[in-house]
C-alpha cells in the first residue's frame, strides 16, 4: 500500500512467474517475478547462513541450536549470553535449569565437542559469574580452516583455571599435551580421541588392526 494524494495505491502481483516439475525426482524449478526477487536476494544479508554439509552432520538437538547461534555472531567469533537467554535459545529442560552443573555436563559440553569434530568449528568458552553464581557464558569460536598458528603461551593465557577447552578440563590437557602443541590444538585433538574410542569399530576396523599386528609380528621375526 502506498499513499498518494489521492488516496492509497495497492500493488498486487504475483510471487512465481513459472514452475518446471521434474516428475519422479521430487524437485520442481520456480522462477520468480521481477518484482519479488530483489527483495528474496536481500534475505541474504538479514539472516544467518551457514552450509549445510556441516550443521547435516550434527545429531544433537542441543549442537544444532549452539550451531545457529555461534553462525549469528561469526562475523565476530564472540558470543556472550546471559545464562537465563542462554537456556531459552537452547531449549533447556527446567529440571536442568537449577544447576549450572547439569547445564554444563548435558547441553554445552556434548554440544561443543560435536561442533569440534564435526561442523570444523574451533570453541572455546568459559562462564561468567556474580560471586559463585554463573551469571552468563562466554563462546570464542573461529572455523578450523581460517584458525592462524597459535602460539602456545597466548592459548594457555586464555584459560581458566578450572575451565575447559572443548570440553576437555584444563588439568587433562596439560597430562596429554604433546612437545610443542598449544592448549587449543591439544584440546581439540583429546576431544577428538575420546569420540573415536566411543565409537564400535566395524569389521574392516577389526581386520585392518589385524593385519597390522600381523605385519609387525613378521617383522620382528625377520629380525
Known amino acids: 500500500m502506498e499513499e498518494t494524494r489521492k488516496g492509497l495505491k495497492e500493488r498486487r502481483f504475483h510471487w512465481i512467474s513459472g514452475m518446471v516439475y521434474h516428475h519422479g525426482e521430487g524437485w520442481a524449478e520456480l522462477n520468480f517475478t521481477p518484482e519479488v526477487a530483489p527483495h528474496l536476494l536481500a534475505l541474504r544479508s538479514k539472516f544467518v547462513t551457514y552450509k549445510l554439509k556441516q550443521a547435516a552432520a550434527l ?3 542441543y549442537s544444532w541450536r549452539l550451531f545457529e547461534c555461534l553462525q549469528s555472531w561469526q562475523s565476530t567469533g564472540l558470543w556472550v549470553v546471559g545464562i537465563e537467554e542462554f537456556a531459552h535459545a537452547m531449549d533447556v529442560p527446567d529440571k536442568y535449569r537449577a544447576d549450572f552443573t547439569d547445564i554444563r555436563r548435558r547441553v554445552i559440553e556434548p554440544a561443543v565437542a560435536e561442533l569440534i569434530l564435526k561442523s570444523g568449528l ?3 568458552w568459559k562462564t561468567r559469574k556474580a560471586g559463585r553464581k554463573v551469571t552468563g557464558l562466554e563462546f570464542r569460536f573461529t572455523s578450523e580452516d581460517a584458525r592462524p598458528r597459535e602460539a602456545k603461551g597466548m592459548a594457555k593465557a586464555k584459560v581458566g583455571g578450572g575451565e575447559r577447552i572443548h570440553g576437555v578440563p584444563r588439568s587433562e590437557i596439560e597430562a596429554k599435551a604433546r612437545v610443542g602443541e598449544s592448549y587449543l ?3 581439540a585433538r583429546i576431544a ?6 566411543d565409537t564400535p569399530l566395524t569389521p574392516a576396523d577389526v581386520e585392518g588392526k589385524i593385519a597390522m599386528l600381523r605385519g609387525a609380528l613378521k617383522g620382528r621375526d625377520n629380525v
Open 122 to 124: 574451533l570453541i572455546e
Open 192 to 197: 577428538k580421541e575420546k569420540q573415536q574410542a
Open 59 to 61: 545429531r544433537s538437538a
Open 185 to 187: 590444538a591439544a584440546a
